[in-house]
């Protein structure tokens, strides 16, 4: 399936996956919203080590103003906000964050796919840019 809203509608289960597309953000967003899901851009690009990329969630995720900035504190802050709505997230700049800080890629990954596990609400698209058609592979744990 290449068709974005079709493979939501088709009840894509939780996890990560690494998602090849040329979509634009605003393209993801509204195909979304059809599949009547809710939307989150992760947008890492720029970022380069665990204090960006908890920056950058705090954000996107729009968490509370205590969050605590540190794993366990977006581990827990992730399950708070968790509504049972179907939702992706759209993880833009995250090769660029892996080659400059491969251990915080890896524990983020183990949190939203612990996350997605326990909440039965995420999907984690990781974008990936090469020039191939659109396809949606799942990341194993690590």
């Not at 950058?56 to 205590?66: E, G, K, M, Q, Y």
């Not at 366990?72 to 660029?96: F, H, K, Q």
């Not at 080659?99 to 996350?115: K, N, P, R, S, W």
Request: hydrophobic share 45%; proline share 4%.
């Amino acid at each position: 399936m290449t068709d974005l809203s079709t493979l939501l509608s088709a009840g894509l289960r939780p996890g990560v996956y690494r998602w090849n597309s040329k979509l634009t953000v605003d393209q993801v967003r509204r195909s979304v919203a059809t599949a009547g899901w809710n939307f989150v851009l992760l947008d890492t690009t720029g970022v380069h080590d665990k204090a960006g990329l908890l920056d950058v969630c705090a954000t996107a995720f729009d968490l509370p103003r205590w969050f605590g900035r540190n794993w366990d504190a977006l581990a827990d802050s992730l399950s708070d906000r968790s509504t049972g709505e179907p939702e992706v997230v759209l993880w833009e700049g995250w090769r660029e964050l892996l080659d400059h800080d491969h251990d915080t890629v890896d524990v983020a990954l183990q949190i939203f796919t612990e996350d997605a596990n326990e909440s039965g609400q995420l999907r984690v698209f990781l974008r990936e840019a090469d020039d191939v058609p659109a396809l949606v592979t799942e990341v194993p744990v690590l």
